[in-house]
C-alpha cells in the first residue's frame, strides 16, 4: 500500500533542493502540486494521494514518479 506520508516526504526531499528552502511546509507542497492549501489539508488529514498532481509534478521537475510513489530507482529521469 502507498503510504501518504511517505509520498509527501518524498516530495518534500525534492523541494528542499530545488527551492533552497530548509523547512518545507504544507503550503509549499500545495502550491508545488498546484493544489489550494485548505484542499491540500483536507487530502492530507484523510490520506489522501493527488496522483494526477504528483504526475504533472513529476513531469516538471524530471522526477521518476515510481520513485515518488514506490522510492524505485532511478529518482531522475534520463532525457538523453
Known amino acids: 500500500m502507498i503510504e501518504h506520508n ?4 518524498r516530495i518534500k526531499t525534492i523541494l528542499s533542493s530545488k ?3 530548509d523547512k518545507i ?4 507542497i500545495a ?3 498546484e493544489i489550494d492549501p485548505q484542499y ?4 492530507k488529514r484523510r490520506k489522501k494521494i493527488p496522483y494526477e ?12 514518479m515510481n520513485w ?4 524505485q530507482k532511478p529518482q531522475y529521469i534520463d532525457l538523453k
Open 40 to 43: 491540500y489539508a483536507v487530502m
Open 68 to 71: 515518488i510513489l514506490f522510492a
Open 53 to 64: 498532481a504528483i504526475a504533472y509534478f513529476s513531469k516538471e521537475y524530471k522526477i521518476n
Open 31 to 33: 502550491l508545488a502540486l
Open 25 to 28: 511546509l504544507d503550503k509549499d
Open 6 to 9: 511517505e509520498v509527501m516526504h
Open 19 to 21: 527551492i533552497q528552502k
